[in-house]
Protein backbone atom coordinates (compact mmCIF):
# COMPACT_ATOMS: atom_id res chain seq x y z
CA UNK A 1 0.00 0.00 0.00
CA UNK A 2 1.91 2.99 -1.11
CA UNK A 3 1.84 6.84 0.51
CA UNK A 4 -1.24 7.66 -2.38
CA UNK A 5 -3.44 4.73 -1.24
CA UNK A 6 -3.06 5.29 2.33
CA UNK A 7 -3.97 9.05 2.15
CA UNK A 8 -6.77 8.16 0.00
CA UNK A 9 -8.02 5.19 2.46
CA UNK A 10 -7.64 7.43 5.57
CA UNK A 11 -9.71 10.17 3.87
CA UNK A 12 -12.10 7.79 3.09
CA UNK A 13 -12.28 6.03 6.75
CA UNK A 14 -12.25 9.58 8.40
CA UNK A 15 -15.27 10.66 6.23
CA UNK A 16 -17.51 7.82 6.30
CA UNK A 17 -16.52 7.90 10.30
CA UNK A 18 -17.66 11.25 10.43
CA UNK A 19 -21.11 10.65 8.52
CA UNK A 20 -21.89 7.95 10.73
CA UNK A 21 -21.77 10.26 13.67
CA UNK A 22 -23.77 12.23 11.89
CA UNK A 23 -26.44 10.11 10.96
CA UNK A 24 -26.51 8.33 14.81
CA UNK A 25 -27.45 11.94 16.52
CA UNK A 26 -30.36 11.80 13.47
CA UNK A 27 -32.68 9.27 15.01
CA UNK A 28 -31.82 10.48 18.85
CA UNK A 29 -32.72 14.15 17.80
CA UNK A 30 -36.11 13.12 16.09
CA UNK A 31 -36.68 10.73 18.65
CA UNK A 32 -36.50 12.77 21.70
CA UNK A 33 -33.79 9.99 22.49
CA UNK A 34 -35.95 7.27 22.58
CA UNK A 35 -33.27 5.76 19.67
CA UNK A 36 -30.34 6.44 21.97
CA UNK A 37 -29.57 2.79 21.70
CA UNK A 38 -29.59 2.06 18.39
CA UNK A 39 -27.68 5.90 17.45
CA UNK A 40 -25.41 5.36 20.22
CA UNK A 41 -24.75 1.79 18.41
CA UNK A 42 -24.18 3.65 15.03
CA UNK A 43 -21.92 6.02 16.94
CA UNK A 44 -19.68 3.01 17.96
CA UNK A 45 -19.23 1.56 14.53
CA UNK A 46 -18.18 4.91 13.36
CA UNK A 47 -15.16 4.91 16.22
CA UNK A 48 -14.67 0.80 15.23
CA UNK A 49 -13.98 2.34 11.77
CA UNK A 50 -11.62 4.65 12.88
CA UNK A 51 -9.58 2.10 14.91
CA UNK A 52 -9.80 -0.87 12.67
CA UNK A 53 -8.61 2.26 9.67
CA UNK A 54 -5.52 2.69 11.40
CA UNK A 55 -4.90 -1.09 12.18
CA UNK A 56 -5.55 -2.21 8.52
CA UNK A 57 -3.76 0.46 6.79
CA UNK A 58 -1.48 -2.61 4.79
CA UNK A 59 -4.12 -4.03 3.67
CA UNK A 60 -6.27 -2.11 1.32
CA UNK A 61 -8.66 -4.75 0.33
CA UNK A 62 -9.02 -5.87 4.06
CA UNK A 63 -9.73 -2.30 4.49
CA UNK A 64 -12.38 -1.45 2.52
CA UNK A 65 -14.18 -5.26 3.26
CA UNK A 66 -14.20 -3.70 7.16
CA UNK A 67 -15.57 -0.55 5.45
CA UNK A 68 -18.42 -2.09 3.83
CA UNK A 69 -19.15 -3.96 6.35
CA UNK A 70 -19.33 -1.46 8.84
CA UNK A 71 -21.47 0.81 6.62
CA UNK A 72 -23.90 -2.42 6.33
CA UNK A 73 -24.34 -2.81 9.77
CA UNK A 74 -24.54 1.10 10.25
CA UNK A 75 -27.48 1.38 7.94
CA UNK A 76 -29.17 -1.67 9.72
CA UNK A 77 -28.79 0.71 12.73
CA UNK A 78 -30.19 3.73 11.54
CA UNK A 79 -33.13 1.50 9.97
CA UNK A 80 -34.36 0.36 13.33
CA UNK A 81 -33.82 4.17 14.84
CA UNK A 82 -36.22 5.73 12.26
CA UNK A 83 -38.52 2.06 12.85
CA UNK A 84 -38.19 3.39 16.59
CA UNK A 85 -38.65 7.11 16.09
CA UNK A 86 -41.63 6.24 13.79
CA UNK A 87 -43.42 3.88 16.38
CA UNK A 88 -42.77 6.26 19.31
CA UNK A 89 -44.40 8.77 17.21
CA UNK A 90 -48.00 7.05 16.65
CA UNK A 91 -50.87 8.72 18.84
CA UNK A 92 -51.16 6.15 20.97
CA UNK A 93 -53.45 6.47 23.88
CA UNK A 94 -51.48 7.03 26.77
CA UNK A 95 -53.21 4.89 29.46
CA UNK A 96 -52.61 1.95 27.14
CA UNK A 97 -48.54 2.75 27.13
CA UNK A 98 -47.73 2.59 30.14
CA UNK A 99 -47.96 -0.31 32.74
CA UNK A 100 -49.56 1.11 35.57
CA UNK A 101 -53.25 1.22 36.10
CA UNK A 102 -55.26 4.54 35.50
CA UNK A 103 -57.65 4.00 38.05
CA UNK A 104 -55.22 4.17 40.28
CA UNK A 105 -54.72 8.11 39.38
CA UNK A 106 -57.71 9.09 41.51
CA UNK A 107 -59.84 11.74 39.65
CA UNK A 108 -56.66 11.74 36.30
CA UNK A 109 -57.28 9.70 33.82
CA UNK A 110 -55.57 9.75 30.08
CA UNK A 111 -58.72 9.25 28.06
CA UNK A 112 -60.52 12.25 25.86
CA UNK A 113 -62.54 14.29 28.16
CA UNK A 114 -64.61 17.64 27.60
CA UNK A 115 -65.08 20.46 30.26
CA UNK A 116 -67.96 21.27 32.32
CA UNK A 117 -70.29 22.88 30.18
CA UNK A 118 -68.68 20.69 26.94
CA UNK A 119 -67.00 24.04 25.08
CA UNK A 120 -64.06 22.42 25.35
CA UNK A 121 -62.42 19.42 24.75
CA UNK A 122 -58.81 17.74 26.19
CA UNK A 123 -57.51 15.08 23.94
CA UNK A 124 -54.02 12.95 25.45
CA UNK A 125 -51.86 11.71 22.92
CA UNK A 126 -48.39 10.24 23.43
CA UNK A 127 -45.84 11.37 20.59
CA UNK A 128 -41.83 10.59 20.56
CA UNK A 129 -41.75 10.21 24.51
CA UNK A 130 -43.68 13.34 25.13
CA UNK A 131 -47.44 13.64 26.30
CA UNK A 132 -49.52 16.04 24.50
CA UNK A 133 -52.44 17.72 25.03
CA UNK A 134 -54.99 19.48 22.52
CA UNK A 135 -58.12 21.58 23.55
CA UNK A 136 -60.42 22.03 20.97
CA UNK A 137 -63.54 23.70 20.55
CA UNK A 138 -67.12 22.57 19.81
CA UNK A 139 -66.25 22.62 16.47
CA UNK A 140 -63.31 20.03 16.58
CA UNK A 141 -61.07 23.12 16.03
CA UNK A 142 -57.73 22.89 18.04
CA UNK A 143 -57.67 25.64 20.18
CA UNK A 144 -54.41 24.99 22.37
CA UNK A 145 -51.61 22.34 22.35
CA UNK A 146 -49.13 22.02 25.03
CA UNK A 147 -46.78 19.31 26.20
CA UNK A 148 -47.15 18.77 30.28
CA UNK A 149 -45.34 15.68 31.16
CA UNK A 150 -42.51 12.71 29.27
CA UNK A 151 -45.20 10.16 28.92
CA UNK A 152 -42.83 8.11 31.65
CA UNK A 153 -44.31 10.37 34.10
CA UNK A 154 -47.96 11.23 32.99
CA UNK A 155 -50.68 10.19 35.55
CA UNK A 156 -53.74 12.27 33.78
CA UNK A 157 -55.83 15.23 34.00
CA UNK A 158 -58.93 16.47 34.97
CA UNK A 159 -60.99 19.34 34.09
CA UNK A 160 -62.59 21.33 37.27
CA UNK A 161 -65.93 21.27 37.51
CA UNK A 162 -66.83 24.66 36.82
CA UNK A 163 -63.84 26.42 35.44
CA UNK A 164 -61.62 26.02 31.79
CA UNK A 165 -58.42 25.29 34.56
CA UNK A 166 -57.40 21.70 33.65
CA UNK A 167 -55.25 20.09 36.19
CA UNK A 168 -52.16 17.61 34.96
CA UNK A 169 -51.23 14.97 37.67
CA UNK A 170 -47.23 13.96 37.06
CA UNK A 171 -45.11 11.74 38.69
CA UNK A 172 -41.87 14.29 38.19
CA UNK A 173 -43.18 18.18 38.38
CA UNK A 174 -46.23 16.98 40.36
CA UNK A 175 -49.78 18.09 40.54
CA UNK A 176 -50.35 21.75 39.01
CA UNK A 177 -53.26 23.80 37.22
CA UNK A 178 -53.58 24.79 33.65
CA UNK A 179 -55.23 28.24 33.39
CA UNK A 180 -57.15 29.76 29.98
CA UNK A 181 -55.63 33.17 29.48
CA UNK A 182 -55.46 35.19 26.58
CA UNK A 183 -56.78 32.30 24.09
CA UNK A 184 -53.83 29.53 25.51
CA UNK A 185 -53.89 27.60 28.63
CA UNK A 186 -50.56 28.67 30.83
CA UNK A 187 -49.27 27.12 34.21
CA UNK A 188 -50.60 28.77 37.00
CA UNK A 189 -49.14 27.82 40.37
CA UNK A 190 -51.50 30.38 42.31
CA UNK A 191 -54.78 27.68 41.59
CA UNK A 192 -55.78 25.94 44.53
CA UNK A 193 -57.00 22.35 43.73
CA UNK A 194 -60.63 21.56 44.93
CA UNK A 195 -61.21 18.93 47.19
CA UNK A 196 -62.96 17.36 44.97
CA UNK A 197 -59.91 16.50 42.45
CA UNK A 198 -58.00 13.62 44.20
CA UNK A 199 -54.32 12.75 43.40
CA UNK A 200 -52.98 9.14 42.84
CA UNK A 201 -51.14 9.88 46.58
CA UNK A 202 -54.65 10.64 48.27
CA UNK A 203 -55.72 7.82 46.68
CA UNK A 204 -53.21 5.43 47.68
CA UNK A 205 -53.30 7.03 51.56
CA UNK A 206 -57.02 7.23 52.19
CA UNK A 207 -56.85 10.78 52.48
Known amino acids: MNKSEVKWYNIFSVATAVILLVISAVPIILSRGSALLPGLFTASLA ?8 CMRNSIAKGIIITVMTLVFAYASVVGSVFISLHSGM ?10 DPSEW ?6 SDTSYDGRYT ?5 DQGMIIVTITDTDG ?13 FWGICWANDSYDL ?13 PEDGMWVRNDDAVRPDYIITRYELQNGD
Open 106 to 111: GSFHAY
Open 91 to 100: ELNAAAARTE
Open 122 to 126: ADVIS
Open 47 to 54: IILLIVGV
Open 167 to 179: WIQSGDTGTFCMS
Open 141 to 153: NEVFTFEPARRSD
